[in-house]
């Protein structure tokens, strides 16, 4: 098994501008990797717990140097020259964190040593990372997920000039390469259509997606349409849509306060069902707030011959919130994301 004879950490700066953790490892046999802590703008409250410090006058608060130092000191001192293989790895770390969410180390920390030392192992291995992720659950992957591109955004990625979150292409290609040409032709096509609709330059928010002054949820998907249209291809056919709600962050005092209606669980499902039966919306994302658990089930019923109903604030890559969904039948797919997980 591999020995790591060097383990170091600093802070950078993810694609938002806020800082995050890269750590470092290096094995016996030479193979060193580093890995970067990606972290949302728009979180589940169940999520693990990254730490920060919390110093108001650096980065609003939202420095990560105790978590650097977690890595250089306690870390790096209980990992160095033993021999491990991941398990052993991450049951060490979670151990010597001793918490429910990780918040005595941090998520972000633990997931830093965590995807470094997995690199490391790849380029020991001379093999991709997801092979050898692979290899470790004795899988054998024979294709790639299809792609999903950010065509416009809302919601906290950017600046709430409508409630929902994302809405993203799906192009329908055989190939990776087919698929980003699709999403190019249509994101050009999109930028066109903002500078006359709206008179607006092609800004993006902090995912990439174009921006522009809304009218209402409903209006972002026409437009999505008509770029799709636009570019010389079929809604459905070529490229089909996928909505991220992040539902949760529009949910007050048990209603959804979505562009000027006021609705209940019920309310929000219909919304959702019409918008499923008249565009080619093929999954929606997190459609309902993080605890609405008796309304889950209902909205998959609702749109599941036409659209996947997946959690991510939802199940936040928790097993026992998973298993609960499962067994509800209150969801399709999950959003797996690493650093959610607080096991």
């Keep these: 098994m591999p020995i790591i004879t060097r383990l170091t950490a600093l802070e950078i700066l993810d694609s938002r501008g806020r800082p995050t953790i890269s750590a470092t490892c290096q094995l016996n046999d030479g193979a060193i990797a580093s890995a970067s802590v990606p972290s949302g703008a728009s979180t589940g409250r169940h999520e693990a717990h990254e730490l920060r410090d919390g110093d108001p006058t650096r980065y609003s608060g939202l420095g990560c140097r105790k978590a650097v130092a977690n890595i250089n000191g306690i870390i790096a001192s209980t990992l160095l020259h033993k021999s491990l293989d991941q398990k052993d790895l991450d049951q060490l770390l979670l151990r010597l964190d001793n918490s429910t969410n990780k918040s005595n180390l941090g998520a972000n920390t633990i997931l830093a040593t965590s995807l470094a030392f997995a690199r490391a192992c790849a380029a020991s291995a001379k093999t991709p990372l997801f092979r050898h992720f692979a290899a470790l659950i004795d899988e054998k992957p024979t294709h790639l997920p299809r792609l999903t591109v950010n065509l416009f955004s809302g919601g906290k990625h950017a600046g ?153 604030d939802f199940l936040c890559t928790n097993p026992a919130r998973i298993r609960r969904a499962i067994d509800s039948k209150s969801a399709d797919a999950l959003l797996l994301k690493v650093n959610q997980s607080a096991h």
């Design 160 to 312: 709430g000039q409508i409630p929902i979150q994302d809405l993203l292409m799906v192009p329908h290609s055989s190939t990776i390469a087919d698929g980003l040409a699709l999403c190019h032709a249509v994101y050009q096509s999109a930028a066109k259509l903002i500078q006359q609709k709206y008179q607006n330059r092609p800004l993006v928010a902090d995912e990439g997606g174009l921006a522009p002054n809304f009218a209402s949820s409903a209006a972002m998907i026409e437009d999505a349409i008509e770029s799709i249209k636009s570019a010389g291809l079929q809604p459905g056919k070529d490229i089909s849509l996928a909505i991220d709600l992040a539902s949760t962050h529009f949910h007050q005092n048990g209603r959804y306060q979505l562009d000027n209606l006021s609705l209940d669980s019920g309310g929000m499902i219909e919304v959702i069902r019409k918008w499923t039966g008249q565009y080619p919306i093929v999954s929606i994302e997190d459609g309902l707030a993080e605890d609405d658990w008796t309304n889950w089930p209902r909205l998959r019923q609702a749109i599941y011959t036409r659209s996947l109903t997946i959690g991510d």
